[in-house]
C-alpha cells in the first residue's frame, strides 16, 4: 500500500496547482506556435551571431598575448595596445636579466608593417604580421609550432608560417619556398594560431633573420617585449616591483594576467569594433521585442473577450499580467532552443569559412538567454496595457 | 414569546440608483431612481425592452462598473464609494452568466470551470472534483476534458454556466442564459438553478425572455426607459394565472375568471406512457400543457401531437360524451387541470371564450 501511495503523492507534486493557462495558451495553435517560435528564432540568432563575432573578435585578439609563454613582460610604457610597433632598446633587456628572481627572459621582435608575402595563391604581396624571437632563448610562445620548431630558425631565411591563416595567403598550401619582401626564405615549419582582425597572416622568424630584413644585428635590434619567468618560489609582485625599479619610467612591467586585460580593455574600450557588434546585437534585440510585441498582441486580441471575463469573475490584474508575461517569456524560450541549436551549426561553417574561432561558450549563451528574455519581457509588458484597459462591463 | 427574528440580508439592495453613459452634451441617462430588494433564494426574471437598462443594472450589481448615484448593497457589502480595484473581490462571490460564453479555447471544459475555482481556497483536487461534479450536473459528465472547439454551441453555454456555478455563489447574474440552448439543455440548467435557490439559498437575477424560466421564476420585473415598470411576485396562482393569458381561448378572459381557474386548477404529472385519457371514458377534465409532449391517438392511429401551452379535453366537458381519442404522454408532462364547473362558468361570463373553445370543440370533434 504504502509503496503505492508514495510514488503517487510524489507525482502530484510535479503536476502544477493551478491551470497553466500561460502554457495551455501557448500551445493551443501548432501552427501559431511554430510561426511565433520562427520570429522569435530569427532575432534571436541575428544576436547570437553578433555576440558571437564579437567573442571571437576578441579571442582572435587575444590570441597572441594570450600564448605569451611568461609570468612577467616588459613593454613600452607608452604603448597603447600590443599590437603596434613601439619597441625598447637592448640595453634595456640586459637590465631585465640582472634583476634578482628571474629565471630566464626572451625577447620578443614584432612587426606588423612592413612586411609582404608572396602569396603562392595569387603572386602578389600581402601585409602580415611578423614575430621574431631569438632560438636559443626559451620559447615565448607556448603556441604548438612555434615552441617546438624554434630551433628550425637557426638556419638563415627560414620561416615558420600559419597554416591557420587566411586562405588568399596560401600558407595552407603544400610550400617549402616563398618570398618575404621579395627576399627568398625557406619553410621550415607551420604553426596554427588563425588570423585576427587586423592581420591576415602570421610569419615567426629567428632574430637574425628579422635583424637582417633591417639591414642590422639581432644585438642591436630594438625589442617589442620581454618575455620572463620567474625562479621558483618567487612572488611575481615582489619581482614585478624590483623590475619596474631598475627599468626607466619608459617601460612597464606587465603580469601575464595584467597584459591580457590590458589589451582586451583596449579592444572593448577603444577600438571600434565592440560597438559595432553590440549595435549589431541591439538591432536583434529591437527586432525581437517588435516580432514579440506583434505575437502578444495579436495572442492578446485573439482572447481579449476571454481576459475580460477572467476580470469579471474577480481576477485582480496582477493574475493576469502574471499570465501575460509568463506566456510572453515562454515564446521566447521556444524561440530561443531552436535557434540556439540552428546557431552551433551557423557558427561552425562562418567559423570555417571567415576563419574565425567562433565557439559556443556559456558568456554568449547566458547573455543572449537574458537579451532573449528581456525582449520578451518588454514585448509582454507593452501587449500587457490591453489587458489592463480591458473592461469587464463590456462583455455582459 | 420568542424574539423577533430579525429579516435576512437581502442578497442584492438598491436605492435610489441613477446611472448616466458619456459626459457633457453627450451625457445620456439610463437608470433613473432605481429600488429593488431581492431576497436570498429568489429567482427574479428581469425584462424588459432592449435599452430599457437591464444589462446597466446587472453589470452595475456585479461590480463591474463603479456606481455614480444611488446605493447598492451586494451580500451586505455596500458598493458606493469603491474604485474599480475595491469591486474585484465583490465579483468572486458572485456567479457571472454571460450572454456570450467566452471560454479559453486553449483549455478543457474542467480547466475553463477551475479558472474559476481557483479564486477560492481549494485544493487542487478538490477543485477538480468540483468541477467534475458540476459539468456532471449540467450533463457534461463525458466532456470533462473536451476542448471548447470539440462542443456545441449548447454545450459550451453549459460549460460556461457551470463556471459561474461551481463556486456555490450565494447571487448569480445572468444575461439571457439559456438563448443558446436547446430544449433539454434549459431544463437542465432551469432545474439547477431552481435547486440552487432552495439548497443553498442563493439569489438568482437574470434577464431573460424564456418563458420556460419565467414559470419558475419567484418574481417578475419589469423594465422601462430605465425605470421598473412592474415588479410581480409569482405564486403558483399568479403565474398560472399569466401563462394562461398567453393560451389563445383563455386570453379572452376578465381578471376574475382567469384568477379563479387559476386557483383551482391543479397541476399534475405524468411519466411518458402514461395514457391521460383513454377514449370511452367519462370525462369532465380540461389539460392545459404546461411543460412536455403529448400524442393524441384516435383508433390505434396518431391523431396530433400536442406540447406546452396547447390544451386537451374540452370535447368531453363541453358536449357531455365520453372521450374520443386516448392521449398519451410522450415525454415527462406536467399539465394543469381545469374541472368542468370551471369550464362552464368561464363560458357563462363571457361570450368571447364561448365562442373560441367552441372553435376548437368543432374543429375536433
Redesign the interface.
Known sequence: MTALTLPRRGLARLRPARVPLAWRNLVADKWRLARASAGIAFAVLLMLVQLGFEQSFFTASLAAVEQLNGDLVVQNASKYRFGTRNPFAPKDFETIKTVAGIATAAPLYADWVDFFWTSPVDNKPHLVRVFAVDPDAPAVFSIPGIADQQTRLKTDDSVLIDSESRRFLGMNRNVTEAKLNGVSVHVAGKFSLGPDFMSDGTVVMSDRTFAYFFRTTPAAMPIEAAVIRLQPNQNAAEVQKRLTAALPGTLKVFTKAELVQFESNFQAKLSSAAPIFWLGALVGFVVGTLISYQIMYTELSDRMPQYATLKGIGYENGYLAGSVLRQSLLTGIAGYVPAWLLCLAVYRVVGHIALLPLHMTWRVTLLSLALTLGMCLLAGMIALRRVIAADPAEIF | MSLPVPPPTPAIRIDGLDFAYGQGPARYKVLFDVALDIPPGQLAVLTGPSGSGK?TL??LI?G??SLQKGRIEVLGRDLSGLSAREL?????D?G?I???H??????TAS?NV???L??GSG??DENRHAAHEMLKELGLGNRVGAKPRMLSGGQRQRVAIA??LANRPRLILA?EPTAALDKESTRKVVTLFKRMTVETGAAVLMVTHDHRIIELADRLIHMVDGRIASDVMLDNESRLGEFLKSVEPFSALNLADLTRIAETATLRHFEPGEVIIRAGDAGDELFLISEGEVEVMRDDHEVARLGPAEFFGEVSVISGEPRNATVIATEPVDAYVVEKDELDAAMQHSTRFRQQLRRFFNRRR
Not at chain 2, 467566452?102 to 483549455?107: G, I, Q, R, T
Open positions: 444589462t446587472l453589470t456585479g463591474l462598473r474585484v473581490p465583490v465579483r468572486r458572485i457571472f454571460f450572454q456570450m467566452n471560454l479559453f479555447d486553449s483549455l480547466e477551475r479558472m474559476a481557483e479564486l485544493s487542487r463556471r459561474a444575461d
